[in-house]
C-alpha cells in the first residue's frame, strides 16, 4: 500500500509527479497574475471611490459592491461562457466558422483579477484614508510635487497600512484559482480530480491537492510577513 | 432585450433560492455550534487539545472550499469503515456533503471571528466584574458575551455573505441551488450573458437583504450609542 502510494505520486512510470507539479505551477502563475491584475484594479478603484466627482464615485461603488456580492464562479463563468460567445460571434462573422472559446488560462485570470481587485479597493481605499493628512499638508509645504509626494509620502504609507489586508486578500485568490477548473484550466484541483479519477484515489490525490495548498499559502504568507516587516521598520520604536 | 425571456428564467431561477438559503442557514448554525467548540479547544491549557483545533482552523482556513466539497463527496467513499456505517446513507448524499463540507469550512472561519470578538472585551470591563464578585458563567453571561456579541457581528455579517455566495459551489456537485439552475439554463439556452447577469442580480439581492437586517440588528444592539453616533 504504501509503496503503492509512492509510486502514485512519484516521478517515474505511472506517477503523477510531473503533472501535479505542473499543475501547481499554473495555480501559482494564475493567482499571482490574477493578484497583480486586482492590484492595478484595486488601485484605480480606490482612485474612483476618493474622487471628487459623484459620477466616478458611483461608478466605484458600483464595482466594489456587484463583484463582492456575486459568487466568484458566477462571474468565471459569465466571463468564460460570455467571452467565448462573443469571440464566435465575431469570428463568425470575419468568415470562420464553428465555435470558438476562449483560452483557460487567460479568462481565469481577469476573472480572478476582478474579483480581487474589488477587495483590494476597499483595502488601499482605507489604507489611503488612514494616512495623516498633515503629513501631505508638510509635504506640500516642503515643496515637493505632485509626483514627488506620491512616490516619497502617500505611496510608501499607503502599502505601509495596506498590506495586511492586502495578505488576505492574496490568500483568498490563491483559493479561487482552484475555481478555473470549472473551466477546464489544469490547475491543481481539475489536475488531481483527472488523476484521482483514473486511478479511483480520490482521497489520496484530494489530501495531497490540499496539503499543496496549504503548502503555497503557509509559505507566501511567510514571504508577505517579511515584506511588511521591512515595510514596518520606519514605525518601530 | 427579451423581456419575456428574461422574465421566464428570473422565475426558474428563483426556484432556487429555497435550497441555497437551506444550505446556509444549516451550514451557519451547524458551523457555529462547531466554532464555539473549536474556540474553546483552541484556548484551552493543554496542549493536547489546543494543538488539533488550531491545526483545524488553519486547515479549513488554508485550503479552497471546492477542494473541501470534492474530499468529502468523492474521498469519504473510499473508507470503507464509513461505508459500512450508519451515516452513510446521508453521506452518500451531495446534499448532506455539501452541507458537511460548508459547515466544517464557516466554523473554522467563525471560531477565528469569535477569537476577535472575545480578545476585543476590554480586560477593564473584566476586571471590574470580577471585583464585584463575577466570574465562571455569570461573568460570562454578563460582560464577556454582550461585549463580545457587538464587536463580532460586523464582521459574522461578512461571512454569512461568505457563506451565501459559498453555496454556489454546491451546484458542482449537482445541487440545484440557483447556481445549478442557472447553469442548467446556459448550457440548454446559450444566452449566456442575460442568464449569469439576472443570477447575479439575484445573488446581489439577497445579500443586500442580509447585509440590511444585520445593520439593523447592530443599530438595535447598540441603541445605548445612539447619541454618540448622530
Known sequence: ?237 | MDWLFIKDIFHQMLLGIPLTLQLTAISLLAGFVLACLVQAAVTSRHGLVRGPATAYVELFRGTPLLLQIFLIYYGLGQIGLLRQSFIWPFLREPYWCAVLALSLNTSAYTAEIIRGAVQAVPPGEIEAARSCGMSGLLLRRRIIWPIAVRHGLPVYSSEVIQMIKATSLASIITLNEITGITYRLASDTYRVIEIFTVAGAIYLALNFVVSMAFAILERFLNGHLADRRA
Not at chain 1, 502514485?8 to 497574475?33: E, Q, R
Not at chain 1, 479511483?200 to 499559502?217: D, K, M, N, R, Y
Open chain 1, 1 to 237: 500500500m504504501q509503496l503503492e502510494t509512492l509510486r502514485l505520486l512519484g516521478f517515474g512510470p505511472g506517477g503523477w509527479g510531473f503533472p501535479l507539479l505542473s499543475a501547481a505551477g499554473v495555480t501559482v502563475l494564475a493567482a499571482i497574475f490574477g493578484f497583480a491584475l486586482g492590484s492595478v484594479l484595486g488601485v484605480t478603484g480606490a482612485y474612483l471611490k476618493l474622487s471628487r466627482h459623484i459620477m466616478l464615485r458611483l461608478i466605484g461603488q458600483f464595482y466594489t459592491t456587484v463583484l463582492r456580492g456575486i459568487p466568484e464562479i458566477l462571474i468565471i463563468y459569465l466571463f468564460y461562457f460570455g467571452g467565448s460567445l462573443w469571440l464566435t460571434k465575431i469570428m463568425n462573422i470575419s468568415g470562420y466558422d464553428g465555435f470558438y472559446s476562449l483560452p483557460g488560462f487567460a479568462t481565469g485570470v481577469i476573472a480572478v483579477g476582478v474579483v480581487s481587485g474589488a477587495y483590494q479597493t476597499e483595502a488601499f481605499r482605507a489604507a489611503f484614508l488612514r494616512l495623516d493628512r498633515g503629513q501631505i499638508e508638510a509635504g506640500v509645504s516642503c515643496g515637493m510635487s505632485r509626483p514627488l509626494l506620491l512616490r516619497r509620502i502617500i505611496v510608501p504609507q499607503t502599502l505601509h497600512f495596506a498590506l495586511p489586508a492586502l495578505g488576505n486578500i492574496w490568500q483568498s485568490a490563491l483559493k479561487e484559482t482552484s475555481l478555473l477548473s470549472v473551466i477546464g484550466l489544469t490547475e491543481l484541483l481539475r489536475q488531481t480530480g483527472i488523476a484521482a479519477g483514473s486511478t479511483h484515489q480520490p482521497l489520496l490525490f484530494f489530501s495531497v491537492a490540499a496539503a499543496a495548498f496549504f503548502l503555497i499559502g503557509r509559505l507566501s504568507g511567510r514571504l508577505l510577513r517579511k515584506v511588511e516587516d521591512h515595510m514596518n521598520k520606519p514605525w518601530r520604536r
